[in-house]
């Protein structure tokens, strides 16, 4: 502090890096709210549509039938068919941008940009794929090793579906204290110290808006 020129640019980091990591502690637990208020290994039936299953591409990878199957799935639970969302892992982003009758321009010319420019920018993909809005995460929950039928999960990450539509919010979350920064001198180690202190609460409200995708992503 006495004799570095940027300490004080230093220390202003220390309060919006503890903020980001609250940040990425809530968003990890709420990628997990959905797949473990589920059952494992269960197909998780509701009105005889299936809301967790292994992914039906080659080698249990994602596959377009995938997002139609969310959609019967959604219909027949009465899920309004409004702001779609789909959560997936960067493995299954790879998975779709190579699928060659998804993106092959001569077959689909509405891919031709995918082809140029890539599937994604930022978090959200570029395009909608069966009305859903596709965003990549790096906090969904992963070793979801279970069999689902006849197929097997050997290193499966959870991908999320479900409608954001006020009217079907699939989870709910509140605050019970926001983050607070607290801040002290320490005499014996003659420095300052940082903590951001936070309560909150998560839970899954509607299973019947909640479907599982479970893709492994040691084919990439």
Do not use: C
Request: aromatic letters at 10%.
């Amino acid at each position: 502090m006495q004799d570095l020129y940027y300490a004080q640019e230093l220390v202003s980091r220390f309060v919006p890096e503890q903020t980001r990591a609250i940040m990425t502690r809530i968003e990890t637990d709420l990628m997990k709210l959905m797949p473990d208020g589920q059952t494992a290994s269960n197909t998780n039936l509701i009105n005889g549509a299936e809301h967790r299953w292994i992914g039906s591409g080659t080698a249990e990878t994602i596959s377009v039938t995938d997002f139609a199957k969310v959609r019967y799935g959604m219909q027949k639970a009465n899920i309004p068919m409004t702001n779609l969302v789909a959560i997936v892992d960067p493995s299954v982003e790879y998975t779709l941008t190579t699928l060659s009758n998804l993106v092959n321009v001569s077959n689909n010319p509405m891919w031709e940009g995918i082809v140029r420019d890539g599937i994604s920018t930022g978090m959200q993909f570029r395009m909608n794929i069966f009305g859903f809005d596709v965003y990549v995460s790096n906090y969904l929950k992963t070793s979801v090793n279970e069999t689902i039928g006849t197929k097997t999960s050997a290193s499966g990450v959870a991908n999320l579906f479900f409608s954001a539509d006020p009217m079907a919010t699939p989870f709910v979350g509140a605050w019970g204290q926001s983050p607070k920064v607290d801040s002290e001198f320490n005499k014996d180690l003659q420095r300052e110290e940082y903590v951001i202190t936070a309560r909150y609460g998560l839970k899954l409200y509607r299973p019947e808006n909640t479907f599982v995708v479970i893709t492994d992503t040691d084919q990439v």
